[in-house]
């Protein structure tokens, strides 16, 4: 059973840094894209970056330039680096991870920006 375990969320000042990983596990076959989105209180689950396993990577607007998405292929763990973080990037942030035609996602971790 694929099994997606997210973890580096927490409580930063604006401005500040933060690292979420996300590590899969439970598969034979090779994890095509890996990504995050993030849903803030009363909003839709919103797209914020993917990478491919070739390293493509693809990033909403309003992160560009501020996260990073990363992977590691041995590792089947996949990263996003968040720089310079504002109090609109507090949400849950979920991590994605696609086997083929099936996309497995991670329980979620709580990323708070204070102002």
């Known amino acids: 059973q694929v099994q997606l375990v997210e973890s580096g969320g927490g409580l930063v000042q604006a401005g500040g840094s933060l690292r979420l990983s996300c590590a899969a596990s439970?598969?034979?076959?090779?994890?095509?894209?890996m990504g995050w989105y993030r849903q803030a209180p009363g909003k839709q689950r919103e797209f914020v970056a993917s990478i491919s396993r070739d390293g493509a990577t693809n990033y909403a607007d309003d992160v560009k330039g501020r996260f990073t998405v990363s992977r590691d292929n041995a590792k089947n763990t996949g990263y996003l680096q968040m720089n310079s973080l504002k109090a609109e990037d507090t949400a849950v942030y979920y991590c994605?991870?696609?086997?083929?035609?099936?996309?497995?996602w991670g329980q979620g971790t709580q990323v708070t920006v204070s102002s």
């Open positions: 439970g598969s034979s076959l090779s994890v095509t894209f």
């Open positions: 994605y991870a696609r086997y083929g035609i099936r996309t497995y």
